[in-house]
């Protein structure tokens, strides 16, 4: 086990009080904004560190299956073992993962409804989006 400071417990906590489903397959987690999945926020926090050291009764810690960015609410899936973490990230590669988004916004609206089929934003320079 590494040595916690309070922030990561804290973290850590409120992670597991965020499980939403949990089989011996996957791990799926109601992700709050602010939260880093991946890489590390500005206190060396984000849920792949913290959930590397929850391996929720397993010889080895869940799989990172997709990411969401920081200010992103969502659902985030884990495997819990290699094989799930195979089949289910050749799923997504594939696009065989049906992603929904909903926005909130401040203020009514022009139309009642539409459809935006515009890129989500430009790639930083060397990568691909």
């Known amino acids: 086990w590494a040595v916690l400071h309070p922030p990561a417990l804290a973290m ?4 597991a ?3 939403i489903f949990r089989s011996k397959d996957l791990l799926a987690l109601n992700k ?4 880093v999945t991946q890489g590390a926020a500005a206190d060396g926090q984000s849920v792949l560190a913290s959930l590397s050291l929850l391996q929720f009764n397993e010889p080895q810690p869940p799989k990172l299956l ?3 960015d920081k200010n992103t609410t969502g659902v985030l899936l884990l495997a819990r073992n290699e094989e799930t973490a195979r089949v289910v990230s050749t799923m ?3 696009g065989q ?5 909903l926005a909130l916004v401040l203020g009514v ?3 009642d409804a539409g459809v935006i089929e515009l890129p989500v934003g430009e790639a930083a320079v060397g990568k691909e989006r």
């Open 17 to 19: 009080n965020h499980v």
């Open 97 to 101: 993962v049906q992603k929904r988004y």
């Open 92 to 94: 997504f590669a594939n």
């Open 32 to 35: 709050q904004a602010g939260w």
């Open 109 to 111: 609206p022009a139309a």
């Open 66 to 68: 997709h990411r969401l």
């Open 12 to 15: 850590l906590k409120n992670i």
